[in-house]
């Protein structure tokens, strides 16, 4: 049995286990701590930073920091969410997200986050990348216009699929996800049952045929924002 480690987070104690990230162990306890690179079963990976918090006065990932006996966690604060208002606004001018197109509208995590975060206008210019869309696979789309890099695909097509089919290609401003085939999707050993065909956060890798089948109103953000317990099933407490 793993050693208890007591912490707090916004002052409420958390009984959490050696080994445990703090937002594993976070969820555990129903605290809510915005995240979009981690999912639940893949190993954390820590790059959107949505899920930085304070611990002990230091901004830290808490996808990737274990938790620590007496760490003082700081998640619920106003200059928290200002950074993650910012870091939500730059994932949306980075690429090209029309959400009223789109088949993830009301199931998109970044789109919850931004209505949850109260995010209206954005601060940073729009960037408006060229990018391309992938429709050769028969069934599964991957359209990169509206990829934010968390490697959720890539890690749940290694970790959970046991395949290789997506990972990142290019460095810096040109770094974007590729398919193991020169022919594109339809080359891979994709298949729509995959663990990595439902892993996309937004609406990059979608299955073919089922967009816009949950009316409005019923879609999973509609009536409650992400984090409510509602969708806590998909949360990273993995
Ligand atoms: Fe922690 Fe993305 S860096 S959820």
Not at 145 to 169: M, P, T
Request: charged share 20%; aromatic share 6%; with cysteine.
């Amino acid at each position: 049995m793993s050693a208890k480690v007591a912490f707090t987070i916004d002052g409420k104690t958390v009984q959490g286990e050696q080994g445990q990230t703090i937002l594993q162990a976070a969820a555990l306890a129903s605290i809510y701590i915005p995240h979009l690179c981690a999912m639940k079963g893949l190993s954390p990976w820590g790059s959107c930073r949505v899920c930085t918090v304070l611990v002990n006065g230091r901004p830290q990932a808490a996808c990737t920091t274990p938790v620590a006996e007496g760490a003082v966690v700081e998640n619920d604060t106003a200059e928290l969410k200002d950074l993650r208002s910012s870091l939500v606004e730059m994932l949306f001018v980075e690429g090209n997200h029309y959400c009223m197109f789109c088949e993830k509208s009301g199931n998109c995590e970044l789109q919850a986050m931004a209505y949850r975060l109260g995010i209206l206008a954005m601060r940073h210019p729009y960037m408006f990348p060229v990018r391309t869309l992938d429709a050769s696979h028969p069934d599964v789309m991957v359209e990169l216009n509206r990829c934010i890099l968390c490697a959720r695909c890539i890690r749940a097509s290694q970790e959970l699929d046991g395949k290789h089919v997506f990972d990142f290609v290019g460095r810096g401003s040109r770094r974007h996800i590729g398919v193991n085939a020169a022919t594109g999707a339809v080359g891979t050993n994709l298949k729509v049952t995959d663990k990595a065909a439902e892993a996309c956060p937004v609406g990059s890798i979608v299955k073919k045929r089922v967009g816009f089948a949950v009316p409005i109103g019923q879609r999973l953000y509609d009536s409650k924002p992400i984090g409510s317990a509602i969708e806590s099933g998909r949360a990273a407490k993995g």
